[in-house]
């Protein structure tokens, strides 16, 4: 019995993996100098959890004035912002930091460090450089600064 005559008995079909890809390529949310207006806790969370997603620095504003900027590796949501908290590395490489979503009063999105950085341009880049005749080139990543 095929997937087809399966399907039209009632029973399930197995899923068709080309049909499985959900983003297309390059239709990843640009968040790269984003700065939320964090006007409610809501709007706030939100912000956190793209922080979290983000593959670059954010810069966190606290309601005291200090700064902090670096890479949000961990959140923890709490049922009040008292109770929630974000840990970065900061880029100054001092130690991993912890601050509280209540201290937050603004937030702001730095360079997307993996932007255009994909396999496939890594290969577009090395074609065009053979291309150009350059010698002794191979499909190595480049520095992230």
């Known amino acids: 019995m095929t997937g087809r005559e399966a399907g039209h008995r009632g029973e399930p079909q197995a899923p068709n993996p080309d049909t499985l890809e959900v983003v297309e390529r390059g239709a990843r949310e640009q968040l790269e100098g984003w700065v939320p207006e964090l006007a409610d806790e809501n709007e706030l969370r939100e912000a956190l959890e793209r922080a979290f997603d983000y593959r670059g620095d954010v810069q966190i504003t606290r309601k005291d004035g ?4 670096g890479f949000v590796f961990d959140r923890r949501s709490g ?3 008292a109770d929630s908290f974000v840990r970065l590395l900061p880029k ?3 130690a991993k930091t912890s601050v509280g979503y209540a201290d937050i009063a603004a937030l702001s999105f730095g360079r997307d460090m993996a932007a255009g950085k994909s396999w496939e341009a890594w ?5 065009e450089r053979k291309a150009a005749g350059e010698k ?3 499909l190595q990543p480049e520095k992230l600064e």
Request: charged fraction near 20%; aromatic fraction near 12%.
């Open 136 to 138: 002794g080139i191979s």
């Open 66 to 69: 200090s700064k902090i900027e």
């Open 123 to 127: 290969v577009r880049q090395y074609w």
């Open 92 to 94: 100054d490489g001092t």
């Open 79 to 81: 049922p009040t912002l």
